[in-house]
């Protein structure tokens, strides 16, 4: 029988990873169009890019709601969405950002960005209190300096 703080945690797990798989399943749907977003980074390998990240996003949700290897599935999604946020969101890259017009792009790809950091965040809670477990019960104070 699972305790009343081990179903907020699966009910947390799960809100959190929801929408990834959707995500790797719209690529999946709309190739076309999810390969010209992954290209438009400029990084070579596209297709090859575009299988690792519906690979990413299929499979470490899983493996984070079931609780199957759910540290380093939490730390590659969490790697995953700093990497597109960069890659895909640098709001910075436009001149609208402080326009007056609501439809300014760099306001939409901010907004993007935090959201990244935000599920960041969350992925880093599975890491490391994912049971309610404190930094210091998952790697021990005795482990963190090599000077003894």
Same mark, same amino acid.
């Given at each position: 029988?699972?305790?009343? !703080?081990?179903?907020?945690?699966?009910? %947390?797990?799960l809100c959190l990873v929801a929408m990834f798989p959707f995500s790797a399943i719209d690529k999946i749907w709309h190739r076309k169009s999810a390969? %010209? +977003? !992954?290209?438009?980074?400029?990084?070579?390998?596209?297709?090859?890019?575009?299988? /690792? /990240?519906?690979?990413?996003?299929?499979?470490?949700?899983?493996?984070?709601?079931?609780?199957?290897?759910? $540290?380093? /599935? %939490?730390?590659?999604? /969490?790697?995953?969405?700093?990497?597109?946020?960069?890659?895909?969101?640098?709001?910075?890259?436009?001149?609208?950002?402080?326009?007056?017009?609501?439809?300014?792009?760099?306001?939409?790809?901010?907004? +993007?960005?935090?959201?990244?950091?935000?599920?960041?965040?969350? &992925?880093?809670?599975?890491?490391?209190?994912? +049971? &309610?477990?404190?930094?210091?019960?998952?790697?021990?104070?005795?482990?963190?300096?090599?000077? $003894?």
């Open positions: 029988m699972m305790s009343s !703080t081990g179903w907020v945690w699966e009910a %947390a797990r390969l %010209a +977003q !992954t290209e438009s980074a400029g990084i070579p390998g596209g297709p090859m890019l575009l299988a /690792a /990240a519906i690979g990413v996003e299929a499979i470490t949700p899983i493996c984070i709601v079931l609780g199957w290897f759910d $540290r380093p /599935a %939490a730390v590659l999604l /969490a790697g995953f969405c700093v990497i597109t946020a960069f890659l895909y969101h640098p709001f910075w890259a436009y001149g609208d950002f402080f326009s007056p017009s609501d439809a300014s792009k760099g306001r939409d790809h901010f907004w +993007q960005f935090l959201k990244n950091f935000g599920l960041v965040g969350g &992925l880093l809670l599975v890491v490391f209190a994912g +049971q &309610l477990l404190t930094p210091a019960q998952i790697l021990p104070p005795s482990t963190w300096s090599a000077a $003894r």
